[in-house]
């Protein structure tokens, strides 16, 4: 993996985690080499990268703290999936990254009306899991979840409730349109 480019490191990574391979040692290998390239990894790269370990729950703490670092640099040009699926991956392993979460919040209340329902339940979930305070998002979240709650899917459903309670943040909107 040595001579692999950002994307293939992260697409090799993701491929593992999706068919749920078990390979230690290849993912031991990703990343090392991630830390040593991921001042230039893109938005893409950054969230497959940290999804794919924690699909498979391999811990890579130096990896995680490094992308954090540099998440925060660009997390202004990660469309919607990418900030959902990176704050799902951080709250998964439990990583403690306070200002990737504060950064992530900032942006993703500025794009929160391009979420799919997908990314809304996995955005507050993953808010609520690590109990970082994001009342503003969660706000947002509600406003548009109250829009879109017939898109989503049963799963989506009880995890974005279930985060608006775990934080104890109240959205009667959003409760009364997920009972009717």
Do not use: C, M
């Amino acid at each position: 993996v040595q001579q692999f480019n950002p994307q293939a490191l992260a697409n090799t990574a993701w491929a593992y985690a999706t068919v749920q391979h078990d390979a230690p040692a290849l993912f031991d290998k990703v990343a090392a080499e991630a830390i040593q390239k991921v001042q230039q990894f893109n938005p893409q790269d950054i969230a497959n990268t940290v999804q794919a370990f924690a699909i498979v729950r391999h811990s890579a703490p130096g990896l995680f703290d490094k992308v954090a670092a540099e998440a925060i640099q660009k997390v202004q040009l990660f469309n919607p999936q990418n900030l959902a699926n990176t704050a799902w991956a951080y709250a998964t392993v439990r990583h403690d990254a306070p200002a990737l979460f504060d950064k992530v919040a900032a942006v993703a209340i500025q794009k929160v009306e391009q979420f799919n329902p997908q990314a809304l339940a996995n955005t507050a979930w993953a808010y609520a899991t690590v109990r970082h305070d994001a009342p503003a998002l969660f706000e947002k979240v509600a406003a548009v979840a109250i829009r879109k709650v017939q898109q989503f899917n049963p799963q989506d459903i009880a995890n974005t409730v279930q985060a608006f309670a775990i934080v104890r943040h109240s959205a009667p909107g959003l409760f009364d349109k997920v009972a009717a």
